[in-house]
């Protein structure tokens, strides 16, 4: 089944390093199978909603998300981010 790694950015401490993150994971997660839907900060918000930088990147199962998650090449950008930003991470099945 879908699953959707969604990432919101509640803060963002050095944009230096998030630049730096960027750069390295991107990569990382479309080779391992992610595809990028939603990146950027919200035209509209509703209720209780936040207008902070969201990141929406589709795989073919949860376990290919946490397999991401878990690369070499993925856990490099976790390294160049070093505590530049605070986020907000989960995967979510399709419905």
Do not use: S
């Given at each position: 089944m879908?699953?959707?790694w969604i990432t919101t950015y509640k803060a963002v401490h050095d944009p230096d390093k998030v630049?730096?993150?960027?750069?390295l994971a991107g990569?990382?997660?479309t080779a391992a199978g992610g595809r990028f839907l939603v990146r950027g900060v919200?035209?509209?918000t509703f209720e209780?909603?936040?207008a902070t930088r969201t990141v929406v990147i589709e795989f073919a199962s949860v376990e290919a998300a946490v397999a991401a998650h878990d690369s070499e090449a993925y856990q490099e950008a976790?390294?160049?981010l070093d505590g530049g930003a605070?986020?907000?991470m989960r995967v979510v099945p399709g419905a």
């Open positions: 879908t699953a959707y630049a730096a993150y960027a750069t990569p990382a997660l919200p035209e509209a209780k909603g936040e976790l390294r160049a605070d986020r907000d």
